[in-house]
């Protein structure tokens, strides 16, 4: 008879962080502040969208330019996404959003600037910087899912992007407003919206410094008991994060990629948002210059014309709408059915948004309604694509895999801009969509290819 000890009980698994009071009541207080501070971070890219194409042609005079302002913007936020990711790393997700915003801020400034030299360059310059803060707009989605539960991450994540409809619909909307401010004090009409911008991004900045704390990030590693590198705790065999030598942008730009690399469950969520904002922002920023020539108004004499610019702010804000309004819908959507079946969804509506806009450009019911599809679909696919990148990596590599996913994001979107002005010249409006629609179908096919590989973790 032996003489062993009896075996132990099993050892329990570790509860998750996020279930635990402390982390439940810094998730509420982190959803209200960040979702307060969306509201008027918002207002920025909203007025940026609204005249950035119509002020980059009349300020270089040429009508190829009217995609570089919007280039720029989400070229800055490419630029600066794994930055932030980096500087979210090792000091939180506090500091890294509020500087964000005060880069945007300055950008704010530097348009007014650009509006009263006739400066075009100068346009551009702060335009790049705006595209700071709309990049602390998308990681803003998830320094809410650090300390969110899993079953409630597509719902909280969705909230903070809602919050930003407020901000993002006003913004274009700000240029009555705009032109009231500017006249009393005696500038140019159009510089009068991204004063109002700059007010809002200044208040959004002071939000988050004095209002996120705890920190939502610095607290999880707390309670996970990891420090800021991130080491493979205890369970997860075989997989590891990649060392990260230096803190540039390159080094996280490669440590992202391995990390999405390793698992095509998140390869396929970076294909799906990358692919929605890369269609919405290239048919999106077109969309203001195709309505001043329906109108028939050139854009040295847009001006002259405040019922055209009113209605094509109105039509950008419907689009705006339909891309925040509903996000809290697209959440609950997600967390119910799956962020795989959500984000195919939100293909699906950007495709069909496309088919609007291609076969009926000169029907302004049919344009403003396609608008609003497209900001429907990118909401789908954004919301419930960042919840599948959340949900397919353990928490030590989702900063930098999400810093990496912002950057592709942003990316795509630039190079969406960027190609627009071109194809719209060449093909027009309709040709611009057939081409965008194009995209979107090839991009479902690779998700769908890359969500069937045998590695991933995540179905339906």
Do not use: K
């Not at 932030?84 to 509020?98: I, Q, S, T």
């Not at 309604?369 to 696919?381: E, K, P, R, T, Y």
């Amino acid at each position: 008879m032996s003489d062993a000890p009896p075996p132990g009980p099993a050892a329990e698994p570790a509860p998750d962080p996020a279930l635990l009071p402390r982390a439940r009541r810094a998730q509420h207080r982190a959803v209200r502040v960040l979702g307060t501070a969306q509201v008027f971070s918002g207002l920025g890219n909203g007025a940026t969208l609204s005249l950035g194409s119509i002020l980059a042609v009349d300020l270089s005079g040429a009508e190829s330019s009217a995609g570089l302002a919007n280039t720029a913007m989400t070229l800055g936020s490419a630029a600066v996404s794994i930055p932030l990711a980096g500087v979210a790393v090792r000091h939180g997700r506090r500091v890294a959003l509020g500087l964000g915003l005060a880069a945007g801020l300055l950008g704010q400034g530097l348009m007014v600037a650009a509006v009263i030299t006739r400066f075009f360059p100068l346009l551009l310059l702060g335009a790049f910087l705006v595209g700071f803060a709309a990049a602390v707009n998308l990681q803003a989605r998830f320094a809410v899912t650090d300390l969110s539960e899993p079953r409630h991450r597509g719902r909280d994540l969705s909230v903070v992007v809602w919050a930003v409809t407020v901000g993002a619909v006003l913004g274009p909307n700000m240029v009555g407003p705009g032109a009231v401010l500017a006249g009393w004090l005696g500038i140019h009409a159009h510089a009068g919206p991204f004063l109002i911008s700059a007010a809002g991004m200044a208040v959004g900045a002071a939000i988050i410094l004095a209002g996120l704390r705890p920190d939502p990030l610095l607290l999880r590693r707390e309670l996970d008991g990891t420090d800021s590198q991130g080491p493979t705790p205890a369970g997860h065999p075989g997989r590891s994060v990649p060392h990260r030598r230096g803190t540039g942008w390159a080094a996280g730009w490669t440590a992202g990629w391995h990390i999405v690399r390793a698992q095509p469950t998140a390869l396929a969520a970076v294909v799906a948002v990358a692919s929605a904002h890369a269609a919405m922002v290239g048919l999106m920023s077109m969309t203001p210059l195709h309505l001043q020539h329906e109108a028939g108004v050139a854009s040295q004499e847009l001006g002259m014309h405040p019922d055209t610019v009113v209605l094509i702010g109105f039509t950008i804000s419907l689009h705006v709408a339909g891309m925040y309004a509903l996000s809290p819908v697209m959440g609950l959507l997600t967390d119910r059915y799956g962020p795989v079946r959500v984000a195919g969804a939100g293909l699906g509506l950007l495709l069909a948004a496309a088919g609007l806009t291609g076969l009926f450009p000169h029907v302004h019911a049919a344009v403003v309604v396609g608008l609003v599809v497209l900001g429907l679909g990118w909401s789908a696919a954004t919301v419930a694509g960042s919840t599948l990148l959340v949900a397919a990596l353990r928490p030590e590599e989702r900063v930098p895999a999400q810093g990496f996913s912002d950057a592709v994001m942003s990316l795509a979107g630039a190079i969406g801009s960027l190609a627009a002005g071109p194809l719209m010249g060449g093909l027009g409006f309709a040709g611009l969509s057939a081409v965008l629609g194009a995209v979107v179908v090839l991009c479902g096919i690779g998700m769908g290819v890359l969500i069937r590989r045998p590695s991933s973790p995540v179905r339906g």
